[in-house]
Antibody
Framework: EVKLLESGGGLVQPGGSMRLSCAAS????????MYWIRQPAGKAPEWLGL??????????EYNLSVKGRFTISRDNTQNMLYLQMNTLRAEDTATYYC?????????WGQGVMVTVSS | EIVLTQSPTTTAASPGEKVTITCLAN?????MFWYQQKSGASPKLLIF???SLASGVPDRFSGSGSGTSYSLTINTMEAEDAATYYC?????????FGAGTKLELK
């Protein structure tokens, strides 16, 4: 069974940093592109970025809205996905999801809440 | 950036009623994807590649469209279909979602 489990959310002050983690299981992690998507309360999801699979060199791509502040990485020995978020702003407050792509975002984690506030 | 405009924003349907949600793109896209999100839950993939049903999705759901105009149809509304529905395009970075259509049970 495919499972994605995010962790690491919470309250952070504006300008601060936070790292989210996503534990993946139930599939061959290195075969898949992995993604981070966020969703502010009551709003639509927003794609943040991706990290490619082994065959494509684990390269990354980002939404311009977060490029330079957010970094996606993966530990393929532990089947872990990470999102490093720096210089956080109030508008970064959202639920953050890790997902994978197989003809659509076919599996999502349960999400982790990040609140940026003083 | 490709902007997806969904309509209606909100709607309500009685059990057995047909529901259609549209998604218009400001540029042509290759395919459209649809997600269902119930309150407090993660989005769930319903339709991929415009018209293919994701695993386990009831066949009362269908998708169609091409170019800049796409639609999601629920052939016969059921109580469990009350949710918010999002379209999503995959034709270029950034990969964008529509603003959502909230479907309520009448």
């Amino acid at each position: 069974e495919v499972k994605l489990l995010e962790s690491g959310g919470g309250l952070v002050q504006p300008g601060g940093s936070m790292r989210l983690s996503c534990a993946a299981s139930g599939f061959t992690f290195t075969d898949f592109y992995m993604y981070w998507i966020r969703q502010p309360a009551g709003k639509a999801p927003e794609w943040l970025g991706l990290i490619r699979n082994k065959a494509n060199g684990y390269t990354t791509e980002y939404n311009l809205s977060v490029k330079g502040r957010f970094t996606i990485s993966r530990d393929n020995t532990q089947n872990m996905l990470y999102l490093q978020m720096n210089t956080l702003r109030a508008e970064d407050t959202a639920t953050y999801y890790c997902t994978r792509w197989l003809g659509g975002f076919d599996y999502w984690g349960q999400g982790v809440m990040v609140t940026v506030s003083s | 950036e490709i902007v997806l405009t969904q309509s209606p924003t909100t709607t309500a349907a009685s059990p057995g009623e047909k529901v259609t949600i549209t998604c218009l793109a400001n540029s042509s896209v290759t395919n459209m994807f649809w997600y269902q999100q119930k309150s407090g839950a993660s989005p769930k993939l319903l339709i991929f590649s415009t018209s293919s049903l994701a695993s386990g999705v009831p066949d009362r759901f269908s998708g169609s469209g091409s170019g800049t105009s796409y639609s999601l149809t629920i052939n016969t509304m059921e109580a469990e279909d009350a949710a918010t529905y999002y379209c999503q395009q995959w034709s270029g970075n950034p990969y964008t979602f529509g603003a959502g259509t909230k479907l309520e049970l009448k």
